[in-house]
């Protein structure tokens, strides 16, 4: 079975090739919390690609929203992003 890190990476790679990619699961701190009760992880994504120049944060997070698809009602409760263009992360 294939962990939610794991998935998680598959689907943005795949839908957003990013430069670069680092995911943290944060589930530890949220024991007790409503969404770990029912499953659903606590995630912070920090992402830099290309895909991101010329779009707002908003966007930018529907962009990620839209590549995680059905994970996001299952797998993950919450989701922490840190979205940035190549040209951002390098300043």
């Known amino acids: 079975m294939i962990d939610r890190i794991d998935m998680i990476r598959e689907r943005l790679t795949t839908s957003l090739s990013p430069a670069s990619l680092d995911i943290t699961d944060d589930s530890h701190q949220h024991i007790g919390h409503a969404g770990a009760a029912n499953g659903?992880?606590?995630?912070?994504?920090?992402?830099?690609?290309?895909?991101?120049?010329?779009?707002?944060?908003?966007?930018?997070?529907?962009?990620?929203?839209?590549?995680?698809?059905?994970?996001?009602?299952?797998?993950?409760?919450?989701?922490?992003?840190?979205?940035?263009?190549?040209?951002?992360?390098?300043?």
Not at 61 to 87: C, F, V, W
């Open 40 to 91: 659903g992880g606590h995630f912070t994504v920090h992402i830099v690609a290309a895909a991101f120049a010329g779009q707002s944060l908003i966007q930018r997070h529907r962009l990620i929203y839209n590549a995680l698809g059905d994970a996001m009602q299952n797998e993950i409760h919450a989701l922490s992003i840190k979205a940035y263009t190549p040209s951002e992360a390098e300043s």
